[in-house]
């Protein structure tokens, strides 16, 4: 019985900014940070994509947080922009770009230093629902021949 295979692409972005936080109804200094966000995507075996496809789509939507101050940008004038809210609102919107360009956003990990990270799995029913129909077929596809490949 052989074993279901998926190409999956680990990309990681950086994001160069500054925000602050309010803790008890008092405003904290601005201060800067370069995020980590590293990015699991998953394509059908049978399929080839280049890196820099991927890499051109979440670049370009992260070009506009870049060298700002996070709390003066939407949505993170109304939301608190911590690690964890970003991130939570960031795979959002990766999940849709991906998910236009034929991939399967399946896990997001932010860090804004070295020993700190948060961490979010798409489960495999959320995850397929962002792919084109040719990136979902091709896992299905692939699932297909694994099953009859053990039947065989």
């Known amino acids: 019985m052989g074993i279901r295979l998926y190409r999956e692409y ?17 405003k904290g200094e601005v201060h800067p940070h370069t995020w980590e966000f590293t990015l699991n ?3 059908g075996r049978s399929s080839f ?7 051109k789509g979440i670049s370009d939507y992260m070009g506009r947080f870049q060298n ?3 709390n003066e940008i939407q949505p993170f004038d109304a939301i608190l922009p911590t690690l964890e809210n970003m ?4 795979a959002n919107e990766f999940h849709r770009i991906i998910g236009g360009m034929g991939g ?3 896990q997001v ?28 077929e091709d896992v299905l596809s692939d699932v297909i021949d694994e099953v009859l490949n053990s039947i065989v």
Not at 49 to 55: A, D, Q, S
């Open 10 to 26: 680990r990309l990681k972005f950086y994001l160069n900014a500054r925000h602050y936080i309010i803790i008890n109804g008092q």
């Open 41 to 43: 995507i998953r394509y």
């Open 49 to 55: 994509v280049e890196f820099t496809t991927f890499e």
């Open 68 to 70: 700002r101050i996070m």
């Open 87 to 90: 991130t939570d609102y960031f």
């Open 104 to 106: 399967i956003l399946v």
């Open 109 to 136: 990990e932010a860090s804004e230093t070295p020993t700190r990270s948060y961490i979010l799995t798409i489960p495999e029913e959320e995850a397929l629902t962002g792919g084109t129909s040719g990136a979902k």
